[in-house]
Structure formats: C-alpha cells, structure tokens
C-alpha cells in the first residue's frame, strides 16, 4: 500500500492548471508592486558626451595608421585619467553646490566602445540638467588635461589631441529605476514563486484530494463521489430535502456502486466507518439508506454510533430509545424502531449513550440483533464510530457482510485512510469500497438543476409501538 506522496511534471502541470488564478494572482501583484516600488524610488537621469581622441601629426597613410594605433593603446589610460584628482577636480571647483570628487566619481562612468578612438563620459543625477552640465564639465575638463600630459612633439606641441563630438544633453526619460523592466521581473518573479509554493503545498499535502490519490493509497473501489454542498438549517438527510438534486444524485451513483461491488460478495448489512471524526460517515449513512428505500427494498438504518449518535437528530426523530435499549434491557427490535413516513425505511436510533459502547456492540445479544435485523429486512446500514479512534467499528466490522469507508477529501490524511484499511482488513471485514466525501463541485448544466423546492421540514414520523398496540404519531423535535 503506498502512502508516499510523489511528485511529477505531468502533476505539477495538472496542480498548475488548477490553481492557475493564484498564479496569476501572483503574477500581477509581484508586477504591479514592482512597478509601485519603482514609483517610490526617487528617479535618477543619465547624460553622456562623447569625446575623440587623434593624432595631430601624420603626413603619410602610414603615419596616420601608427598614429591610429597608438591611440587605441592609450584609450585606456584616458579612461583612468578621466577619473583622476587631475579632471576632476577643476570640475568640483566649477559648482557651488558643494559636490566632491568622490560624489563625481560615484555619479559618473567612463566606457570605450570596442575598437574605436572614442571615450564615452556618463553622469548621472536626480537632476538631469545638472547630469548634463557635469558630463560637459568632465569632458572638457579631459580635454585639456590630455592636452598637458601627452607628448610633446618637436615643436613642443601636443601629440594626442582630444574633442567633443556630441556633447551632453538633459535626459527626457529616467534611466533608473527602470519601471518597465522592474514590473516585468515583478511579474516574473511572483509568478515562478506561485508556481514554486503551489507545486509544494501539493506535494506535502497528504490528503486524499482525488481518486486519483485514491487509486495510489489503494485497489479499493471507489463507489462513488459526494460534492460538498452548502450548510443548511434543514439536518435531514439532502436526498429527503431535494430529492431530485445533484447532491441526492450522487448518493444514487454510491448506490449504484455498491450494487456493482455487491455482485461478488453478498451484502445485507453494510458498516459505515470513517477514519477520524468529521468525515460524514453519519450523513452519508442517512443519505445512502433514504435512496436504498426508493427501489422499495425494505432497508434499516441503525446508529451505532454509542460516542456520539446523529442518526435520529438527522431524521428529527427521538434518540432515547433505540440500540441500546434493545441490548440492555432486552425490547424487542419491532417495538423501538422508528419507521419514516412514506418509505420502507426504517431507523433504530442509539438510546441512552452507555458506559460501555465496545463490550455492547461485541456481546452476543449484539449479533443476535444483527441476525434478526438482516432476517426481516433486505439491507441493514449500520453507522458505527470512527475506525481510528475507538474499536467500536471494529466489532461491527466483524459481524456484517461488508464495511464501507467514508473518506473526506478536505480532511483525510493518506497515512490515515491506510491505517483504516489496515485495521478493517486485519480484523476480517469485508470491505465493499471507499466513497470520497466533500469532494470538490464542478460545473453543472441545466440537466443537474435543482427540479424540485426542499421538502418543509416539521413532517411527522410514526414509532413503532409493542406488537398489536396502536401506532403513535412522533413529531420532530
């Protein structure tokens, strides 16, 4: 039995696709908070002048290529010297505002594009008029420093002569922060960080989500699949409320599945456990049972549940009589059943909750019961407790034909749902299939519409009394 959750690309794809509005979600925040950050940075302008540098003397093609050469050699030492105290700073001392050398040299970048003669100075600032000025400074500043310190020719004349090409301009659009490109690495990063968190919630999720989980923890039958609905104020069974609904005809579907597992192995009284509590074992055996009397059979319903019985509460009937007080004080099955009104169902609720729900339910009066209880009506559904907690369901499991687990998708643990199994199977049970609970709606067309308004509730339910004494009328609760 395989309890492992695995991880692959075809799934991750699949999770991806399910979950795709939280990808998007997150893609459009991580862009638009980008581009928000971005708006709240203060915007910085670049200006750049471009200078040349040549020789002034050649008189021949040759001269002029050595010359060429040269300057290419010494570009990058004219790069370094556009950063030095020598250009630098004539350009402080021309502002007022106070900037240093240190500021120049951070606000600013000097780059030569490959194989050419051109020196490129780049300023930037808050300012782009100002950008601009200092990138003019810096030029001409360079200018005449090169002038100084080049070689001399025979003349005493500079050799290396340098000038501006295209001087500095004030900047229309920021170069920084790039609002642009900031939202779409936004954009980019909330989406692969989605990506990245659903893909892993999948992965350490170990709840039963689907039959396809379903079909890695066991080869059980699935018997079918109950679609979360909405709470009502109504606590009767959904198949009484909207019989011609979608949610009554999922239980029809898990019906219809259990006949089909029944084909192997006959069953005429069938425990329905959980693993833990809250699952909906208790709704789930109400429902099944209301749509096992439609076909006319002649089928019972008993809480077996002595932890916490609901079966009469769902059905608004009383509880105080029932289980227990056939196997403690010895009533007779046909006096304490309850029969719902209009139907071949019949329920037997828990009665008094009692000290000791484990030793009643495995006492020979219990099988006893059963016996009869399967002699006089064509199925018996038996609710019993969870199988996790307490060895009640156990018990039961042992003396029906066949157990059915009841397994909640938003709930379940896979680690759970196989320890259930294990226990089922270790103590003899026939297990007829497993019905997914709670799964997930889809889409419906017209066809699933709900036809019919919920039955009023406050019906009236007739109880049993002792043989040849009058019927009496029980209304609900």
Known sequence: MNTTNTMTVARALGVLRKRWYIVLAATLVGGLGAFLASNAVTPVYHSTASLYFSLRTGSSGSDINQGSAYTQNQMLSFARLATSSMVLEPVADEFDDGVTQAQLRRTMSVTIPQNTVILDVRVGSTDPGQAARVANAVAESLIRVV???APADAEGGSTVTARTIEPATPAIFQSYPNKQQNAALGGIAGFLLAAVIVVLASFLDTRVRSETALKQLTELPLLGAIEQSP????????????SNGSAAESFRQVRAGLRFASASHTTRSLAVTSSVPGEGKTWLAANLAVVLAETGRRVLVIDADLRKPRVADAFGLIRTVGLTTILVDGLPLGEVVQAWPGSSLDILASGAVPPNPAELLASPRMKELLHEAVERYDLVVIDTAPILVVAD?????????SALLVADTTHVRRAQLASSIEVLERSGAHIAGVVLNRVKPRPRDSYYRELTPELPAGGSVRRRTRAGSPAVEQGSP
């Open 393 to 401: 369901a156990a018990a039961i499991a042992q003396q029906v034909d």
């Open 231 to 242: 709470p009502s104020a109504d606590s009767r069974p959904v198949t009484i409320r909207q």
């Open 147 to 149: 002038d100084a310190v």
